[in-house]
Structures are given as structure tokens and as C-alpha cells.
T-cell receptor, first 115, second 114 residues
């Protein structure tokens, strides 16, 4: 079975400060990892993914994430937060060997960036 | 290239009625996924379909819920005899192939059962 944990329900940062949204995962094999963002009353927007290769992945809107196999983590980061980054962030995982091909999502972390 | 289109955006049903949610995947996408999001919760996988086939329905409730993705037309998620607990946002996603490529989500259908 595969699972994702986002240990923080909410993260608050001041505009201009760096932000980190944590994600840890569990899969039996090798993971595909994803981050999505959801704005109020909207669908999910893809931010970035890790498939293979470089452990540091760069995505949309200045976000990046680092794949750490030993810690089974895929934390989302941004050097300088914007108020407009305030949204709900979801980490997701799929086992490469999972024939069912569905993504398993974490419970989400609400990011609040204060001016 | 239009994104994933879901309709209706909002749906109100009385208890006992049927709800039909439609999802048109992006052009060229043959894989469709349905997820349910309860208020203040994450997304829960429901069903994964390819054209004319249900690949994985492990997340579907055993009763009242069904899904299809016909050769022609949109994917349909059908909920019979709705109850208040079915009130949620239902999201559809599509991808051209397996999940190694990112999936694209629709804006969701918000079902309210009164």
C-alpha cells in the first residue's frame, strides 16, 4: 500500500520569508511524487513532479521540492513567499510498480502568507 | 486545447434523487480518474477508467455509486439515491498515459444534498 503524510495542517509565514511545506511518503517500490495547489473553489493545479534524476525539482511559480530517499520525504519549498501563494497544497505519490496507476494524496496543508 | 471540463459546477439534489456528474478529459487523454474531497479534507481516490474499461474501482463505495467512460462522450460518475453524506466536491482528472506524466484536474462539481 502507498500513503502520504503531510504533518502540518497549516503553515504560516510572512511575505518575503522562505517557506517549507512538509511531505513524507510510503511506497513498496520507487515513487513518483507530485505537488498540487488548490485555490478556493477551484480544482487542483499541478506544481511539480519527481520521476527520476536530479533530486531537486523546480516547478511553477518559483516552487521547488527536494526528493530525499533515505528520509522518504519530498518537501515543497520557496525562497521568498508571496501573499498570492496562500492556498491549499497537496502532496501525492504513486508507486512506479502500481498497475492501478492512481495517485494517493496527503491530507493537504493550508499555507497562509501574511503581508 | 481546453482543459478538463466538468459539469455541472454546482449540483443540488434532494435526498433519494440521482446525481450525474460529467467529465470531459483533455483532448488526447484516455485515462480518467475520479476523486472526492470532503470539506476540509484531502482527496480520496474513487475510480480509474480508460475508454470503456474500469481499471480500478477500489475507492468506490460498494452501493449507489457507479462510473463509466464510454467510447464516445464524457465520463460519468453516477450516484443513486443520494444521502447527505454524499455532499462533497468531486474532481475528475485526466492523463494521456500512466501517472508518470502529470494529471490535469477539472474544477470539480460541488454536490449538495438537501
Amino acid at each position: 500500500a502507498q500513503s502520504v503524510a503531510q504533518p502540518e495542517d497549516q503553515v504560516k509565514v510572512a511575505e518575503g520569508n522562505p517557506l517549507t511545506v512538509k511531505c513524507t511518503y510510503s511506497v513498496s517500490g520507487n515513487p513518483y511524487l507530485f505537488w498540487y495547489v488548490q485555490y478556493p473553489n477551484r480544482g487542483l493545479q499541478f506544481l511539480l513532479k519527481y520521476i527520476t534524476g536530479d533530486n531537486l525539482v523546480k516547478g511553477s511559480y518559483g516552487f521547488e521540492a527536494e526528493f530525499n530517499k533515505s528520509q522518504t520525504s519530498f518537501h515543497l519549498k520557496k525562497p521568498s513567499a508571496l501573499v498570492s501563494d496562500s492556498a491549499l497544497y497537496f502532496c501525492a505519490v504513486r508507486d512506479k510498480g502500481n498497475a492501478g496507476n492512481m495517485l494517493t494524496f496527503g491530507g493537504g496543508t493550508r499555507l497562509m502568507v501574511k503581508p | 486545447n481546453a482543459g478538463v471540463m466538468q459539469n455541472p459546477r454546482h449540483l443540488v439534489r434532494r435526498r433519494g434523487q440521482e446525481a450525474r456528474l460529467r467529465c470531459s478529459p483533455m483532448k488526447g487523454h484516455s485515462h480518467v480518474y475520479w476523486y472526492r474531497q470532503l470539506p476540509e479534507e484531502g482527496l480520496k481516490f474513487m475510480v480509474y477508467l480508460q475508454k470503456e474499461n474500469i481499471i480500478d474501482e477500489s475507492g468506490m463505495p460498494k452501493e449507489r455509486f457507479s462510473a463509466e467512460f464510454p467510447k464516445e462522450g464524457p465520463s460519468i460518475l453516477r450516484i443513486q439515491q443520494v444521502v447527505r453524506g454524499d455532499s462533497a466536491a468531486y474532481f475528475c482528472a485526466s492523463s494521456p498515459g500512466p501517472w508518470g506524466t502529470e494529471a490535469f484536474f477539472g474544477q470539480g462539481t460541488r454536490l449538495t444534498v438537501v
